[in-house]
């Protein structure tokens, strides 16, 4: 079943500025995990926080979780052209293997 | 990184055909694979899970005698869509982690059109 929700579900903007997603699910989660999906492809992993921990970095990547809100956001600093894809959120519930994706955050980068 | 390798890409068929995706792990063994299914600017839905030498598990809604899938080896998932129709058209993506609780690994998915 769908999991959670993201917003926005589109965003573009010009090369060089920062672009930040957000992410929210409804359960207890081991982790959650961000993805970027380009057209008609599959999915590459970007970054997984755990449950237990509050914020991580990953090159131009920065993504935070909020248990206690059930939500995260990813920010993508200095956006590039190349950064022209779907991102999606997925979380890993408890006690389940599969991941859930969120609805997903199309994001355009205007060179 | 690991590698998940599926096959075909792209399929056209016609209505009421029964077409076969495979999804393979090229580089480590796969006790557990996903098979998700996406509409065009929608998100991944899970269809089910699949689990070596046993029963793949479905999630609710998805037809199991539908889409049926076998998984043989430790390296080989395989899902059968049967007679199928026009709103099975849809794009289907396999995955599997090296390791519970870790990151998922995609194949590049197939899109299936069916005519």
């Known amino acids: 079943s769908q999991q959670g929700e993201e917003d926005p579900q589109a965003l573009s903007i010009q090369e060089g500025e920062n672009a930040t997603m957000n992410c929210s699910y409804k359960?207890?989660?081991?982790?959650l995990q961000w993805y970027r999906q380009n057209s008609g492809r599959g999915l590459v992993h970007l970054i997984l926080i755990r449950s237990n921990e509050r914020e991580k970095h990953s090159g131009r990547l920065r993504v935070t979780l909020d248990t206690s809100k059930k939500s995260s956001s990813l920010l993508i600093t200095a956006s590039r052209a190349a950064d022209t894809a779907s991102y999606f959120c997925?979380?890993?519930?408890?006690?389940?293997?599969?991941?859930?994706f969120g609805s997903g955050t199309r994001l355009q980068v205007q060179p | 990184g690991a590698v998940v390798s599926q096959h075909p890409s792209r399929v056209i068929c016609k209505s009421g055909t029964s077409v076969k995706i495979e999804c393979r792990s090229l580089d480590f063994q796969a006790t557990t694979m996903f098979w998700y299914r996406q509409f065009p600017k929608q998100s991944l839905m899970l269809m089910a899970t699949?689990?070596?030498?046993?029963?793949?598990?479905?999630e609710q809604g998805v037809e199991k005698d539908k889409f049926l899938i076998n998984h043989a080896s430790l390296t080989l998932s395989t899902l059968t869509v049967t007679s199928a129709h026009p709103e099975d058209s849809s794009f289907y993506i396999c995955s599997a982690s090296l390791q519970p609780n870790e990151k998922l690994f995609f194949g590049s998915g197939t899109q299936l059109s069916v005519l």
């Open positions: 359960t207890s989660i081991n982790n």
């Open positions: 997925a979380t890993q519930d408890t006690g389940r293997r599969a991941l859930t």
């Open positions: 699949s689990n070596e030498g046993s029963k793949a598990t479905y």
